[in-house]
């Protein structure tokens, strides 16, 4: 399982060891069986640094391997692609050796050309990687010999080195000769250097993936006791409903729950069927597997370019007309907690201030109506909503919400949300949109008003990528939010290697972010609700910082 320090669209989860003696007894290089999972659309690609959505993300780590990859549970770096790295005493040069075993895999071996390669095109500005790229800024690359190479940054910040390790090659021979990789069927026929290889893609229907009969991996430390499926599946399926169900009829062999599932059906209805652990003596069991990473989150995202949403006393007007109490306990059937930060509002990074409830944004319908009063919006007599005029016409105080129609919760929260602003005189549209059109909906920032979620990042958090404003063109800066005390803030926090001053300068962001209301925060969540078929075994479920099941350890 690849340990990233980039959010990502999930939330998460963690359990302890068990069937310790299930792992002991297997051969630990052997690969029989099928594990089948479910992702929720076709991935756009399979190259890494291309990946932006999830299905992308998840699908390029199953084919394509980092230098160097960080312990889930212990936070150590361990060599995957490369055996070593060195770093300078300035902290300016990286020098790595790749492990001369490293094999693709049509057998030929990964080099220090397949990285800078790689590295070349993650710098291009003509390839859509802008997400990546700005981990980037700075950094040169030096070719030694054939497994040796070296990174020099101009400015080393806290997590230069894990980014670095990070780092994913692609194989230079299939992708050079590429006119326009952004648009390369390549992309999707993935040459890669992991122990499973590509079989067969049916578009909206499975990925199928075999384990490589002779993998260089097999010999490494690192890897033994993992990867032990013979026969990889992935159903493509966006409903939640559907998925459930394929996961009663044993057709996937795990699925996460929605809040829905797990209370109405899991804990209900099929409370029959399920068990809270493997050995229950159930086909089936379903947890609440928890985490120490730091919390996945979901809000409002407000596109701050809206004529009327650029308006601070709008934003503030919004943040008081979101019923948290119910979003929580209807909307997430109290299967989450209140969010204030996107730092992990309990972690060292969120401040006292946003701590104490006494700080929060509260539902208060009649506040709403005054800072709208007070922004120049006025309502007739015997009207339901306020009105204001926009360009020379006079319009009614209307937004667009955004959401995934595959998603109860979702679909709960719009309703809340457009019942609570009803009666502070806004009128709320809800649109509900498939998974991959609300991706290109905030990419684009075709919107007013969406719900969307991220991961809180890494164990250390770095907020670039979601609020710098270096970030909104080709980032993941979907708010167009861009304040220049936060720009600089983010500045100094990157390249402040003592952890208590780091951690005061990302609290100030915090604080700046809460206060100018980019996103309304609603949600958030420290584990993952799963289920999974009992025949599967593990020696963990999840490792202590992960932030997925530890599906890699999987067996039959």
Same mark, same amino acid.
């Given at each position: 399982?690849?340990?990233?320090?980039?959010?990502?669209?999930?939330?998460?989860?963690?359990?302890?060891?068990?069937?310790?003696?299930?792992?002991?007894?297997?051969?630990?290089?052997?690969?029989?069986?099928?594990?089948?999972?479910?992702?929720?659309?076709?991935?756009?690609?399979?190259?890494?640094?291309?990946?932006?959505?999830?299905?992308?993300?998840?699908?390029?780590?199953?084919?394509?391997?980092?230098? $160097?990859?960080? @312990?889930?549970? *212990?936070?150590?770096?361990?060599?995957?692609?490369?055996?070593?790295?060195?770093?300078?005493?300035?902290?300016?040069?990286?020098?790595?050796?790749?492990?001369?075993?490293?094999?693709?895999?049509?057998?030929?071996?990964?080099?220090?050309? @397949?990285?800078?390669? *790689?590295?070349?095109?993650?710098?291009?500005?003509?390839?859509?990687?802008?997400?990546?790229?700005?981990?980037?800024?700075?950094?040169?690359?030096?070719?030694?010999?054939?497994? #040796?190479?070296?990174?020099?940054?101009?400015?080393?910040?806290?997590?230069?080195?894990?980014?670095?390790?990070?780092?994913?090659?692609?194989?230079?021979?299939?992708?050079?000769?590429?006119?326009?990789?952004?648009?390369?069927?390549?992309?999707?026929?993935?040459? =890669?250097?992991?122990?499973?290889?590509?079989?067969? $893609?049916?578009?909206?229907?499975?990925?199928?993936?075999?384990?490589? $009969?002779?993998?260089?991996?097999?010999?490494?430390?690192?890897?033994?006791?993992?990867?032990?499926?013979?026969?990889?599946?992935?159903?493509?399926?966006?409903?939640?409903?559907?998925?459930?169900?394929?996961?009663?009829?044993?057709?996937?062999?795990? *699925?996460?729950?929605?809040?829905?599932?797990?209370?109405?059906?899991?804990?209900?209805?099929?409370?029959?069927? !399920?068990?809270?652990?493997?050995?229950?003596?159930?086909?089936?069991?379903?947890?609440?597997?928890?985490?120490?990473?730091?919390?996945?989150?979901?809000?409002?995202?407000?596109?701050?370019?809206?004529?009327?949403?650029?308006?601070?006393?709008?934003?503030?007007?919004?943040?008081?007309?979101?019923?948290?109490?119910?979003?929580?306990?209807?909307? !997430?059937?109290?299967?989450?907690?209140?969010?204030?930060?996107?730092?992990?509002?309990?972690?060292?990074?969120?401040?006292?201030?946003?701590?104490?409830?006494?700080?929060?944004?509260?539902?208060?319908?009649?506040?709403?109506?005054?800072?709208?009063?007070?922004? =120049?919006?006025?309502?007739?007599?015997?009207?339901?909503?306020?009105?204001?005029?926009?360009?020379?016409?006079?319009?009614?105080?209307?937004?667009? !919400?955004?959401?995934?129609?595959?998603?109860?919760?979702?679909?709960?929260?719009?309703?809340?949300?457009?019942?609570?602003?009803?009666?502070? =005189?806004? @009128?709320?549209?809800?649109?509900?949109?498939?998974?991959?059109?609300?991706?290109?909906?905030?990419?684009?920032?075709?919107? @007013?008003?969406?719900?969307?979620?991220?991961?809180?990042?890494?164990?250390?958090?770095?907020?670039?990528?979601?609020?710098?404003?270096?970030?909104?063109?080709? =980032?993941?800066?979907?708010?167009?939010?861009?304040?220049?005390?936060?720009?600089?803030?983010?500045?100094?926090?990157?390249?402040? !290697?003592?952890?208590?001053?780091?951690?005061?300068?990302?609290?100030?962001?915090?604080?700046?972010?809460?206060?100018?209301?980019?996103?309304?925060? $609603?949600?958030? #969540?420290?584990?993952?609700?799963?289920?999974?078929?009992?025949?599967?075994?593990?020696?963990?479920?999840?490792?202590?910082?992960?932030?997925?099941?530890?599906?890699?350890?999987?067996?039959?």
């Amino acid at each position: 399982m690849k340990f990233t320090s980039n959010p990502v669209l999930l939330f998460f989860f963690l359990l302890g060891s068990f069937f310790g003696s299930d792992v002991r007894s297997a051969p630990v290089n052997s690969a029989s069986g099928t594990f089948t999972d479910s992702i929720g659309m076709t991935p756009l690609t399979m190259v890494p640094f291309l990946a932006r959505d999830s299905e992308s993300m998840d699908m390029a780590s199953q084919f394509y391997l980092p230098l $160097l990859e960080k @312990d889930a549970d *212990t936070l150590k770096d361990s060599p995957v692609l490369a055996s070593s790295v060195s770093v300078s005493k300035d902290k300016k040069e990286y020098t790595y050796a790749l492990r001369p075993e490293a094999k693709w895999s049509d057998g030929s071996s990964v080099t220090s050309d @397949d990285v800078e390669f *790689t590295f070349q095109k993650i710098m291009d500005p003509k390839v859509d990687a802008a997400v990546l790229r700005g981990f980037f800024e700075g950094v040169s690359f030096k070719k030694i010999d054939a497994i #040796r190479f070296s990174f020099q940054v101009a400015e080393p910040k806290f997590n230069t080195l894990s980014v670095l390790n990070e780092f994913t090659p692609v194989q230079k021979k299939q992708f050079e000769k590429e006119q326009d990789l952004n648009k390369s069927k390549e992309g999707m026929k993935p040459i =890669g250097n992991s122990a499973y290889v590509l079989k067969s $893609l049916s578009r909206d229907q499975s990925i199928v993936l075999e384990r490589s $009969l002779n993998w260089w991996g097999d010999s490494i430390q690192n890897f033994r006791g993992r990867f032990r499926f013979k026969t990889l599946v992935f159903r493509i399926i966006a409903d939640p409903t559907l998925r459930y169900e394929r996961l009663i009829r044993g057709e996937i062999d795990t *699925t996460p729950l929605t809040s829905d599932q797990l209370v109405k059906q899991v804990r209900g209805v099929d409370s029959s069927k !399920f068990g809270s652990s493997r050995d229950s003596g159930k086909t089936l069991w379903a947890d609440r597997f928890k985490t120490n990473r730091a919390l996945s989150w979901a809000g409002i995202v407000i596109n701050l370019k809206h004529p009327w949403l650029s308006s601070i006393q709008v934003r503030k007007a919004l943040a008081h007309l979101v019923n948290y109490e119910d979003v929580i306990e209807k909307g !997430f059937m109290g299967t989450a907690s209140r969010c204030v930060s996107p730092f992990g509002s309990s972690s060292r990074y969120t401040s006292q201030k946003l701590k104490s409830p006494s700080s929060r944004y509260n539902f208060d319908p009649r506040k709403a109506r005054e800072l709208l009063l007070q922004d =120049g919006f006025k309502q007739e007599p015997g009207e339901s909503f306020f009105v204001k005029d926009l360009n020379g016409k006079r319009q009614t105080l209307k937004f667009v !919400f955004k959401f995934m129609n595959e998603s109860p919760a979702q679909q709960r929260v719009a309703q809340i949300l457009k019942e609570s602003f009803k009666k502070a =005189g806004v @009128d709320l549209e809800l649109r509900p949109e498939d998974q991959g059109v609300m991706y290109q909906s905030l990419h684009k920032k075709d919107f @007013d008003l969406a719900f969307s979620g991220w991961g809180a990042g890494g164990v250390q958090p770095d907020p670039r990528q979601l609020w710098a404003s270096s970030s909104i063109q080709g =980032g993941s800066n979907s708010a167009s939010f861009s304040n220049v005390e936060v720009d600089e803030l983010i500045k100094k926090a990157n390249v402040e !290697f003592n952890e208590g001053k780091r951690e005061k300068l990302i609290q100030k962001i915090g604080d700046i972010i809460f206060d100018e209301i980019p996103y309304v925060f $609603l949600m958030e #969540r420290d584990f993952v609700l799963a289920a999974l078929q009992s025949r599967i075994k593990s020696p963990k479920w999840i490792r202590k910082y992960g932030t997925d099941l530890a599906k890699d350890l999987f067996f039959e």
